[in-house]
């Protein structure tokens, strides 16, 4: 089995201390399953270099330099297998949105490259030096990109084999056909609300219906 190798390319790699360190992200590097490493753009400047210039053409706001973020990109690919299966991604609000199927489908990578964006975005000429693929953690905008590409570690790495039980993945939501169902647990009357009574009565095929029929209820209440 392969290890998923993530490098996070970052203005503020700090921030990716504690999802790297606790929970199931921490325990999946702590088995060896993912290895995940930050790169601080600040790093690659060389002298009297910045991080950011201000866009050609006016406007407000600052944009990421090319040349940090392609020596930073250079030095990982180098170091990299040229075979190896891999995706370079840039969170962007003008992205298409990322889904569990994104997920999925990085979960199975070499390599995921995520590049954090800030300010008004990068030099657009990124994406015509490398394959870039720009994602969306949702329709809003965040002051950088180090938010999304957290939700875009965990929920990638949840999906590697061996981080969380097969079964667990299997049944959870966007991981099938439809939404998980809802779940309980002790006690059994709480504030007058009881758990549903085919969940205490131990026949296992009518909890599986019963889970099959919510799952699918929960799924239609969300497309209207």
Same mark, same amino acid.
């Given at each position: 089995m392969g290890v998923l190798? =993530?490098?996070? =390319?970052?203005?503020? &790699?700090?921030m990716f201390a504690p999802v790297i360190g606790l929970s199931i992200v921490g325990r999946a590097?702590?088995? @060896?399953?993912?290895?995940?490493r930050t790169h601080h753009l600040l790093d690659?400047?060389?002298?009297?270099?910045?991080?950011?210039?201000? &866009?050609y053409g006016g406007g407000p706001g600052m944009v990421l330099r090319i040349e940090p973020l392609a020596r930073t990109l250079d030095r990982i690919i180098a170091a990299a297998p040229a075979d190896e299966?891999?995706?370079?991604?840039? $969170?962007?609000?003008?992205?298409?949105?990322? $889904?569990?199927?994104?997920a999925a489908v990085w979960s199975a990578l070499d390599r995921l490259v995520v590049i954090c964006g800030h300010y008004? @975005? =990068?030099?657009?000429?990124l994406g015509a030096l490398y394959p870039i693929e720009e994602i969306s953690l949702g329709e809003f905008v965040l002051t950088g990109g180090e938010i999304a590409a957290m939700a875009f570690l965990d929920a990638t790495v949840r999906l590697v084999p061996g981080a969380?039980?097969?079964?667990?993945?299997?049944?959870?939501?966007? @991981?099938?056909? @439809?939404l998980d169902h809802p779940a309980y647990t002790r &006690? &059994? $009357?709480?504030?007058?609300?009881?758990?549903?009574? =085919?969940?205490?009565?131990?026949?296992?095929?009518?909890i599986a219906e019963w889970r099959r029929q919510q799952s699918r209820a929960r799924a239609a209440r969300r497309a209207r």
């Open positions: 190798h =993530v490098d996070l =390319v970052s203005l503020f &790699p700090e590097v702590e088995r @060896g399953l993912v290895e995940v690659a400047l060389e002298q009297n270099e910045r991080a950011d210039e201000r &866009p299966r891999r995706r370079i991604v840039l $969170t962007s609000a003008s992205g298409p949105l990322f $889904t569990q199927a994104d008004e @975005g =990068v030099d657009e000429r969380i039980d097969a079964a667990s993945a299997a049944s959870e939501s966007w @991981g099938g056909n @439809g &006690p &059994p $009357t709480f504030r007058g609300i009881d758990v549903p009574a =085919v969940l205490l009565g131990g026949d296992h095929a009518k």
